[in-house]
């Protein structure tokens, strides 16, 4: 009877194990990517901006001129930046960023004339915080910082006087935004993100030292994807 009862347990036990060892070998593994450390890599897509030029008695009679000179175009610049994973997986990090760009507007002065001013959005940059939380692999996140930009603003008369430089100058303001970044190694990583930036107003640099009231102001939509190597 001994013997009886100590087979059955043995082979209980051999029976017990085989599951336990199957499971052990059929579940996965979870991966545990972590976000921590230093980034760079490059950006490029399409910005949108809405800019507004003022100049006091400028127009026919006396009137005030109020243009819109709305550039638009393409984008790519590079960014560098650090993350900090937390234990709870939420990400804190920093980044800088300049983009160089062909975001150019035409538009025609209605001054009773045939002087069309041309708007460039030069170039652009940014240094912002961001946060996120962590998917594993997938980050969503969000950003904002102060950004600057050089805009330039020319009329061109068609004459023979030429074309008259009306703003030259640095617009620095703020900028806000979200994206999304995946890596899909444990270096590269794609990103898409979406930014509004809002550069302020400034008074034309042909007015300086005149007493004639000016203001030209710069605001950008920008869609950009990304790639970037984590080191």
């Not at 150019?104 to 708007?119: D, R």
């Not at 940014?126 to 969000?142: E, V």
């Not at 050089?150 to 703020?174: A, C, M, N, R």
Request: charged fraction near 15%; avoid cysteine.
């Amino acid at each position: 009877m001994k013997t009886i009862l100590l087979a059955t347990a043995v082979i209980l036990a051999s029976v017990g194990m085989a599951p336990a060892a199957d499971i052990n070998e059929t579940l996965p593994i979870a991966a545990d990517y972590h976000w921590s450390g230093l980034y760079a890599g490059v950006h490029f897509g399409y910005a949108a901006g809405k800019s507004n030029l003022f100049i006091s008695g400028g127009g026919i009679g006396g009137t005030d001129i109020n243009a819109p000179v709305d550039p638009d175009g393409f984008i790519g610049g590079i960014h560098i930046g650090f993350n900090q994973e937390m234990a709870n997986r939420f990400v804190l990090g920093v980044e800088a960023d300049i983009t160089y760009s062909n975001v150019e507007g035409l538009t025609t002065l209605a001054n009773g004339g045939s002087t069309i001013l041309k708007s460039e959005l030069q170039w652009s940059g940014s240094a912002r915080l961001r946060a996120g939380y962590a998917f594993d692999r997938t980050l969503p996140y969000i950003t904002a910082g102060v950004a600057a930009a050089k805009y330039e603003i020319i009329g061109i008369t068609g004459t023979s006087s030429g074309d008259i430089p009306l703003h030259d100058d640095t617009h620095v303001g703020w900028t806000v935004g979200a994206g999304v970044e995946h890596a899909f190694t444990d270096k590269w990583i794609a990103r898409v993100e979406y930014r509004y930036s809002d550069f302020g107003s400034k008074a034309l640099s042909i007015a300086s030292g005149l007493p004639t009231a000016t203001s030209v102001d710069l605001k950008t939509h920008d869609l950009r994807v990304g790639l970037s190597y984590k080191f």
